[in-house]
């Protein structure tokens, strides 16, 4: 954790695939540093694959409560900015599903993004929302 949260550019991009790795095979490994991958979230000037990776992480995991709004909020901002890398995006919308589940109130902001964004995005977003969309609409 301490080279994926340092400045070192190259140094926290290698270090992020191996957090995402652990919160894949063994998520408990990364209970002691849901804080850190939260802050990552709204640093500036920090590679894209340590965001990348930590939101992949976080969709893997159960979040504590007390960072649910700073979470939701970072998704959204990524889903709402043109330049957020897709892969931030996907894994976003993800996270904004998991969390929908305990608050009902973001389905419709979320299902809105959604359908606006839909046709300017990439396939995997498209992909990702086409599975999305049906689960908001059940629940």
Not at 55 to 81: S, W, Y
């Given at each position: ?59 893997e ?35 904004l ?26 396939a ?16």
């Amino acid at each position: 954790m301490d080279c994926f949260l340092d400045d070192e550019y190259s140094l926290s991009q290698r270090a992020a695939w191996s957090v995402s790795w652990a919160a894949r095979k063994k998520p408990g490994m990364l209970s002691p540093h849901i804080k850190d991958l939260v802050s990552v979230l709204h640093r500036q000037n920090i590679h894209d694959a340590v965001i990348r990776n930590s939101v992949r992480a976080l969709q893997e995991i159960d979040i504590p409560v007390k960072f649910h709004g700073k979470v939701m909020n970072a998704c959204f901002q990524f889903l709402e900015t043109p330049a957020t890398p897709v892969a931030i995006k996907v894994f976003s919308l993800t996270i904004l599903y998991n969390l929908s589940k305990k608050y009902p109130e973001i389905k419709s902001e979320l299902r809105l993004i959604i359908e606006e964004r839909r046709e300017h995005e990439t396939a995997a977003f498209r992909s990702r929302a086409k599975k999305i969309l049906p689960k908001l609409e059940k629940n």
